[in-house]
């Protein structure tokens, strides 16, 4: 199947800081890149949906201003955590679209925010 | 909004029992994924089901999607220790956007040995 790659797989940071993960699909172009996030032995919740050339869209309740998604071309989606706090400790996982409709994921990226 | 449930949340298995999860939608869905994903690993997907009715197999995986296209299941016959994980159904409710998938809440399986 289709490899994703992300980057870093983890990251300690602390309180104020911001941190940016690197999602690349490596052997297809992605259009349409997707951002979750997942709590321990929970479900993964969509963040956002990121778009090749355009602004990303965003689930209700996420803050765009806190999470930036940035597609800038067709292999690789960044999202860069703001002023990161302790509640933005989690895995966070993104996902490159095919044109099968199926996901395929990264790895993860686990951040921890001291 | 579009919920998809699934249970049961926890399943506990001898080596060699079958396992179910099902996987219920509140509106008609255009298609259903199903992921597996290892402790401390990723999601990884495992099949997707289009049709009304669909039934396909992987070995000793059998995948179902129900007539109106709301519900599914994933049973696996004989559970050996390499099916530990959780598994996830993810739906595409009809009308949404390309590729925009609403997962359930994910079964989480142990197998002893």
């Known amino acids: 199947g289709a490899v994703v790659s992300q980057h870093p797989s983890w990251v300690i940071c602390k309180s104020g800081t911001s941190v940016k993960i690197e999602c690349r699909s490596l052997d297809f172009q992605a259009t349409t890149m997707f951002w979750y996030r997942q709590f321990p032995k929970q479900s993964l919740m969509l963040m956002a949906t990121?778009?090749?050339?355009?602004?990303?869209?965003?689930e209700q309740g996420v803050e765009k201003d806190k999470f930036l998604i940035n597609h800038a071309s067709l292999t690789l989606s960044t999202l860069t955590v703001t002023s990161a706090h302790p509640e933005d400790s989690s895995f966070y996982i993104c996902s490159a679209h095919t044109p099968g409709d199926t996901q395929y994921f990264g790895p993860g990226t686990r951040l921890t925010v001291l | 909004g579009q919920q998809v449930m699934q249970i049961p949340q926890y399943q506990h298995v001898q080596e060699g029992e079958d396992f179910t999860t099902y996987c219920n939608s509140s509106t008609t869905l255009s298609n259903i994924q199903w992921y597996k994903q290892r402790p401390g690993g990723h999601p990884v997907f495992l099949i997707q089901l289009v049709k009304s009715g669909e039934v396909k197999k992987q070995k000793r995986l059998t995948f179902q999607f129900g007539e109106a296209k709301k519900n599914s299941s994933l049973h696996i016959t004989a559970t050996q220790t390499t099916d530990v994980g959780t598994y996830f159904c993810a739906g595409r409710p009809g009308g949404t956007s390309y590729g925009k998938l609403t997962f359930g809440q994910g079964t989480i399986l142990t197998v002893h040995p």
């Open positions: 990121s778009n090749e050339g355009s602004k990303a869209t965003y």
